[in-house]
């Protein structure tokens, strides 16, 4: 069964440093998202992305945030200067446009510490 | 966007069907409703989508009342692989709609 992956599975990082998230989506999948969860609280929605631009930002993807789609299988998530609340589980997902059923599919998140 | 209320959590043992029920009295009505599941430490995971009456598949079955201000997830015999947090979603059915996700439902399954 076709799965979204990210990398790294932990990073650790220090406060005012820029980390980079990657995801690969589902391959045929052509909406993107970002969301997170800071330990013990709910899922969060960050952004989500089509067509290489942005079609929905919440009140947390601020200008440290940023995200891309450098070539056609990676989707990335940037924070310019980590902050200690960043510290987070950060997950990915993706969806296609087919009708039916609307699913996200997950994968298996990026811890990020900011120390 | 409808607000959900669901149980914090719920006990069950192994074997027994689970109801989790949600409350969503502010429904559109081209709200859809959907369940996710989530593990310790993974991303959440799609359980089952309804717009009204019964829907079944292999893994649940989710009931809506014809008003549609509440929906129950049933779980029949659960095991111990099924403990986990359930959140009821409510919202759009369109590629690309944003999921606002709850506090959920922290179900513990004992054998």
């Known amino acids: 069964e076709p799965e979204v992956t990210q990398t790294p599975s932990h990073q650790v990082t220090q406060m005012g440093q820029e980390v980079i998230l990657r995801c690969v989506p589902i391959s045929n999948h052509l909406y993107f998202y970002w969301y997170r969860q800071i330990l013990g609280q709910k899922v969060e929605f960050l952004v989500s992305?089509?067509?290489?631009?942005?079609?929905?930002k919440s009140e947390i993807f601020d200008d440290q945030f940023s995200v891309e789609r450098p070539d056609g299988s990676n989707f990335t998530l940037k924070i310019r200067s980590t902050k200690l609340e960043d510290s987070a589980m950060y997950f990915c997902a993706s969806s296609d446009t087919g009708t039916g059923v609307y699913e996200q599919y997950f994968g298996p998140g990026t811890r990020l510490t900011v120390t | 966007l409808a607000k959900t209320t669901q149980p914090i959590s719920m006990d069950s043992y192994e074997g027994q069907e689970v109801n989790i029920t949600c409350s969503h009295n502010n429904i559109a009505t081209n709200d859809y409703i959907t369940w996710y599941q989530q593990f310790p430490s993974q991303g959440p995971r799609f359980i089952i989508q309804?717009?009204?009456t019964k829907v079944t598949n292999e893994v649940a079955s989710l009931f809506i009342p014809a008003d549609r201000k509440s929906s129950t997830l049933s779980l029949p015999r659960v095991s111990l692989s099924d403990t986990a947090v359930y959140y009821c979603?409510?919202?759009?059915?369109?590629?690309?709609?944003?999921?606002?996700f709850g506090g959920g439902t922290r179900l513990m399954v004992k054998p």
């Open positions: 309804g717009y009204k």
């Open positions: 979603l409510v919202g759009g059915h369109n590629a690309g709609n944003m999921l606002t």
């Open positions: 992305f089509y067509n290489n631009e942005i079609s929905e």
